[in-house]
């Protein structure tokens, strides 16, 4: 049986805010009602999403890159870091991407790390309407500790 450890998000959450070209409209909508909601907590967001979302919201938005210039992967690893609570990501499963391994990438930490995701309109709603996310959460993870261990027992063991 797998090992967990308990983090705690604060009642104030990180969150990450990602649309593809196509769910721009949808994410600005969205983000423009729950703006009041959304200024209780740290925003953050890709590059073209930040700008279009600090104009309209009058809020700080933390920038990354964008998407496919890395901002994807930016999100990432705040995830890893634990710098991220919540990812709030309206993808557009009809287009390819350039950049769908990151898509994937990002998707899999969010997995591997146990925050909520929200991937369109109604699974945003559901998250933000829960009494959990105004108030301090203890989400459980794998303790990765002895996998950390056994890889680096791995490289330590490879030939120059």
Known sequence: MTQTITLTMDARKRIALIAHDNKKDDLLEWAAFNRMLLAEHDL???????????????????????????????IGAMIAQREIDVLIFFWDPLEAQPHDPDIRALLRLAVVWNIPVATNRASADFICASPLFQTPYQRTVPDYTEHRERMAQKFQSLPE
Do not use: H, V
Not at 58 to 70: H, V
């Open 44 to 74: 953050y967001a890709t590059g073209t999403t930040g700008g279009l979302l600090a104009e309209q919201l009058q809020l700080e938005i933390n920038r990354m890159q964008s998407g496919p210039l890395g901002g994807d992967l930016q």
